[in-house]
């Protein structure tokens, strides 16, 4: 099985600017979650996605942060406007909820935005 | 609330002790779900072990073992005869059912280096 990939794996961009990152899960998979972590934390929860639709959002995920997942496959996280508070990792990861009821998620290997 | 605590930041240890890495947490949900996550260098978050909170049964895998105690709210991780490639930090992580999936709560994080 491929893992959960995600791209780019490293970006950096001036305050300002927009950005996009791209996940795709782990094939078969019909749940998707986007975690922030900065230096020296453990990853936070943004958003999750069951399928296609986006069923909760963080209150981290302001309003110049929007997430997708089109087609329940990849999904995007937009960052406009960038500040330099949002540099930080962000991971993606992907789960199978039946029949493993944990709903264990397997991780990308994130993507480390720097906003200068 | 969810919390989880790991109050230990880091650790060293000589390749081949044993360590213990402490992992305490905060739930009133009486389903939840445990789990250790590894993350290299690299920092891409590494799925350990798991455990619901039905299921206080001990077990050991390979050179991991963990004790979950609900009566402490504890859900300890061992690495006997630790090697060099153990060096990472390691996340202790909580869950549970909501509308928004099973959305984890990580710690702190754990550095373990492993010297020769």
């Known amino acids: 099985d491929t893992g959960v990939s995600q791209d780019p794996r490293h970006k950096i961009t001036k305050r300002g600017q927009n950005v996009t990152f791209r996940c795709d899960p782990i094939?078969?998979?019909?749940?998707l979650y986007w975690y922030r972590q900065t230096l020296g934390q453990g990853p936070e929860f943004l958003t999750y996605?069951?399928?296609?639709?986006?069923?909760?959002k963080s209150r981290l995920l302001s309003d110049r942060f929007s997430a997708e997942r089109p087609k329940g496959s990849f999904s995007t996280l937009e960052i406009q406007r960038t500040e330099q508070g949002d540099s930080a990792m962000y991971l993606c990861?992907?789960?199978?909820?039946?029949?493993?009821?944990?709903?264990?998620?397997?991780f990308g290997p994130g993507t480390r935005l720097t906003v200068l | 609330a969810q919390k989880v605590t790991q109050a230990q930041t880091e650790i060293s240890v000589v390749e081949k002790e044993d360590v213990t890495l402490d992992c305490v947490y905060e739930?009133?949900?009486?389903?939840?779900?445990l789990f250790w996550y590894k993350q290299p260098p690299s920092g891409e978050l590494v799925f350990l072990i798991r455990?619901?909170?039905?299921?206080?049964q001990n077990e050991i895998s390979g050179r991991y073992s963990w004790n979950f105690q609900k009566s402490t709210s504890s859900f300890n991780f061992t690495i006997t005869a630790s090697q060099v490639v153990d060096s990472a930090v390691y996340f202790c992580?909580?869950?549970?059912?909501?509308?928004?999936?099973?959305?984890?709560?990580f710690g702190t994080g754990t550095q373990l280096k492993v010297e020769l």
């Open positions: 990861a992907s789960s199978l909820k039946d029949p493993d009821p944990t709903d264990t998620q397997y």
């Open positions: 739930t009133r949900d009486t389903t939840y779900y």
């Open positions: 996605f069951q399928n296609e639709a986006q069923l909760e």
């Open positions: 992580a909580l869950s549970y059912e909501t509308g928004g999936g099973n959305k984890l709560t």
């Open positions: 455990r619901n909170s039905f299921d206080e």
């Open positions: 094939s078969e998979h019909n749940r």
